[in-house]
């Protein structure tokens, strides 16, 4: 098939061939979109799909830019690619990997950060010594918090706490679980046994990774409704690392231990509670003021608030450079998912699961508290860390190497609005991939991220770091009264930096009829027109996503009137997709006849 642009008319097996190719993404994204976690985020295939059949008349070139998206620079040089919504930066990293030139805008500066650092190391990479910098800005920070974090001549990776019960399967390692006696509450390995019984005192109870247990009565409060009642440590011998476990029922002195680091470490972070504030009065926090949470500061552990600030102090004097900082602040807000107080402990892993996934405010009964210094060089010594954020930005930045990057483009991300914010003058391709389904908040999601920046202010020009409540109010809701009137103050901007030439592509899926006519309505009062409409794979199902939908389609718009029928492609790419994620076919079918419907009634005779 030859037309103008093949974006309009993609044969239905090459879409299927673009979801096929999400597969490799399901389970891990490329490393350049694993430097800062987002919500929501794309596949890259399917923003590779979009910007190729953009560029290119024949598929076989657009297949080539699927597995190397640098084919398509020499086309798309001079070309603008604009998000308004960016979000986590998916699609501005991919477009400016491929040579656009993009420019993008959030309300929420968490989404901003995501997205500057992932840009910068696609357009310009890592210098060179990032990780000599990186370690020795480290070891500065570890040899300030040594006090914090060390006990009985080991390192504490996890300090174990619990706001009332305790869990009697602690953790795994080495293939074994780690069990807490209930009574003794003493600490040993066992079998994959549903019952155990104690070798100290003898003991028999029921193994279980809830909390079921009673704490130890010795167990000191280290943070306000927080009490501590274990530790992980690791040493190291004949270049080996080692760990093992310590109750405080086991230690009187690692009671005492815990209880004067948190002294310390308050005193280290004094000033910094005021600077934080109050809990931003955001959708979730209800639930974490029924956890008496009510202080941004109380997000974490006065050891990790301090831990934070002694990186900051670090980075501060050992990294020069507002671009290259920014990359450390970075690391920061992606390391607070799991060295916060909302990151869960999953004792058949070992390790943390981190926080602000789709519902996952809910403050744990029990969690163990992640050192965020916990490393050796850029080598994690726990999960989440530091180190893991600034060694999976030296893996993104050989990635890019590696599949022919930098690509030198220019590239901006703004905190900004898009309602108020002034657009490209020109845009060529435009994404729109607006706030939907289950997630009412991502300002909410962002909580322990939010307030890790908030501590390193002073370090880079972060804009917008102002409220999350004022963040909240901005973010468009389908929910809002005034949804129809902001969205359409959207697409009117974009008629007057698009023409003919250019498209914009909807990214989006709903049930609902009435809720596509909300947004398909506004493109038929300014002036757009549908030419294609493609199923394709949204974001990776997961446990925690509240909606049963895990398609997404692509709806492609032009400017000027379209004689004949829109491009439509949907059952061969759901089929390939069946394959690959569980599906629900009939909620899937559903969505795509409420679109056809709301399509047919603001362009009639178009499908």
Not at 387 to 414: F, T, W
Request: charged share 25%.
């Amino acid at each position: 098939m030859l037309v103008d642009v093949l974006l309009d008319g993609i044969p239905p097996e090459f879409v299927g061939e673009a979801v096929a190719r999400a597969r490799r993404e399901k389970g891990r994204r490329a490393p350049i979109h694993m430097v800062h976690r987002w919500w929501s985020r794309r596949f890259s295939s399917v923003y590779r799909l979009i910007l190729g059949s953009f560029l290119f008349r024949d598929v076989g070139k657009v297949e080539e830019a699927l597995d190397d998206p640098k084919v398509m620079r020499e086309r798309s040089s001079g070309k603008v690619f604009f998000e308004p919504f960016a979000g986590g930066g998916t699609g501005l990293a991919e477009a400016a990997f491929a040579g656009f030139s993009v420019f993008g805008f959030d309300v929420n500066p968490v989404a901003v950060v995501a997205s500057r650092s992932s840009l910068f190391l696609v357009t310009r990479g890592l210098r060179e010594g990032f990780v000599e910098t990186a370690e020795s800005v480290l070891r500065e920070a570890q040899r300030m918090a040594r006090r914090f974090w060390e006990f009985d001549g080991g390192l504490v990776s996890y300090i174990f706490v619990s706001r009332g019960r305790v869990p009697t399967w602690l953790s795994t390692s080495g293939g074994k679980r780690v069990l807490m006696c209930p009574r003794c509450h003493r600490i040993f390995r066992g079998g994959n046994v549903s019952r155990a019984v104690c070798p100290h005192c003898g003991e028999e109870f029921e193994v279980s990774n809830k909390a079921v247990a009673s704490l130890p009565s010795s167990s000191p409060e280290i943070a306000r409704g927080w009490r501590a009642f274990a530790v992980e440590l690791r040493w190291k011998k004949d270049d080996v690392w080692y760990r093992k476990y310590v109750t405080v029922a086991e230690s009187s002195e690692l009671s005492r231990w815990l209880e004067k680091c948190a002294k310390k470490s308050s005193e280290v972070v004094e000033g910094l509670e005021e600077k934080l504030g109050s809990l931003s009065d955001v959708k979730e926090a209800s639930r974490l003021r029924r956890a008496n949470i009510s202080r941004g500061a109380e997000l974490f552990l006065p050891q990790q608030l301090a831990s934070y600030v002694v990186y900051s102090k670090a980075v501060e004097t050992i990294v020069k450079g507002e671009d290259e900082r920014l990359l450390f602040v970075a690391a920061a807000s992606e390391s607070a998912k799991c060295c916060s107080l909302l990151a869960k402990w999953y004792s058949p892993l070992g390790e943390c699961v981190p926080a602000s996934g789709v519902k996952a405010l809910w403050v744990p009964e029990y969690t163990a508290v992640t050192n965020p210094l916990a490393s050796e060089g850029l080598r994690p010594l726990a999960r989440g860390t530091l180190a893991s954020a600034l060694r999976a930005q030296v893996k993104a930045d050989s990635y890019i190497h590696r599949i022919g990057g930098p690509s030198n483009v220019g590239g901006r991300v703004s905190v900004g609005d898009a309602l108020e914010s002034p657009f490209p003058e020109h845009v060529d391709l435009v994404v729109l991939d607006p706030p939907y389904g289950k997630i009412k908040s991502y300002a909410s999601l962002s909580l322990p991220h939010y307030y890790a920046l908030k501590i390193f202010g002073g370090l880079v020009h972060l804009d917008g770091i102002n409220s999350l409540d004022d963040i909240e109010k901005r973010e468009l809701s389908l929910e809002s009264s005034q949804f129809l009137e902001k969205w359409g103050t959207i697409i009117r901007k974009l008629f007057a930096v698009t023409n003919n030439e250019s498209r914009v592509v909807l990214m989006f899926n709903a049930v609902s009829k009435n809720l596509w006519l909300k947004v398909i309505e506004p493109f038929g009062l300014y002036g757009f027109y549908p030419v294609a409409i493609y199923w394709v794979l949204g974001e990776a199902p997961s446990g925690v996503t509240a909606s049963r939908l895990r398609g997404m389609f692509l709806i492609v718009f032009k400017k000027g009137k379209v004689n004949g029928k829109i491009h439509v492609v949907y059952e061969e790419p759901l089929d390939v997709a069946s394959s690959i994620v569980s599906l629900d076919p009939e909620m899937e079918a559903r969505a795509f006849a409420s679109l056809r419907d709301a399509v047919g009634k603001v362009y009639p005779r178009s499908v």
